[in-house]
């Protein structure tokens, strides 16, 4: 995972993946099928850990506001750590791919809108529940705060502080719709 992590799809060779699990070539395929497979799971595994902190966010917040704030700020955190790679996996590992990658990077596509189709729905439910406003676009805040996302990884990839981050949060939180003065009592 790490690998792929750090290089990318298509950089992370074979020689790179088998060095890092302490396996043979044959191994490999054995195991797995081929570097497209093994890539899959890795993101599966990504998924499962570093990459779980923005649904579990978006599950376990009882407002949208926090949700979403949860979300950039253990994103913050995750993106930042010295233990792993910078920056977000998915975000992150086939930014730089060639055609013959492609439908590795329509899997990624694909996992990256079912993301954003969870954090619209959120959205939308807050809009429907008067928690935002109801001319509140929720497609639009959920791309925005994607955005933010996609953002913060790109920098964290280059070497952005925490702090950093975090002062991006703030500004985002800032933009959230705020409700009219006499709907305040209902959210």
């Given amino acids: 995972m ?110 990256r809108a079912a993301a954003m189709a969870v954090i619209r729905s959120r959205l939308q439910h807050a809009v429907d529940d008067g928690e935002l406003p109801a001319e509140t676009d929720a497609k639009a805040l959920a791309n925005f705060y994607s955005t933010i996302y996609q953002g913060m990884s790109m920098q964290a990839k280059d070497g952005a502080s925490r702090a950093s981050l975090m002062a991006t949060v703030d500004a985002a939180m800032r933009a959230w719709p705020a409700l009219p003065v006499s709907s305040r009592g209902r959210a």
């Fill in 2 to 111: 790490h690998v792929f992590w750090e290089r990318g799809y298509e950089a992370a060779s074979i020689a790179d993946l088998t060095a890092a699990m302490g396996i043979t070539p044959p191994s490999l395929y054995t195991a797995f099928g081929d570097k497209e497979k093994l890539f899959l799971e890795a993101i599966e595994r990504y998924a499962l850990g570093p990459g779980s902190a923005g649904p579990r966010a978006l599950a376990e917040e009882p407002t949208a506001r926090g949700a979403i704030e949860r979300w950039l700020r253990d994103a913050a955190d995750e993106l930042t750590r010295p233990c792993h790679p910078k920056g977000c996996m998915v975000v992150m590992s086939t930014t730089n791919c060639s055609v013959a990658a492609e439908h590795v990077q329509n899997a990624l596509t694909k996992r």
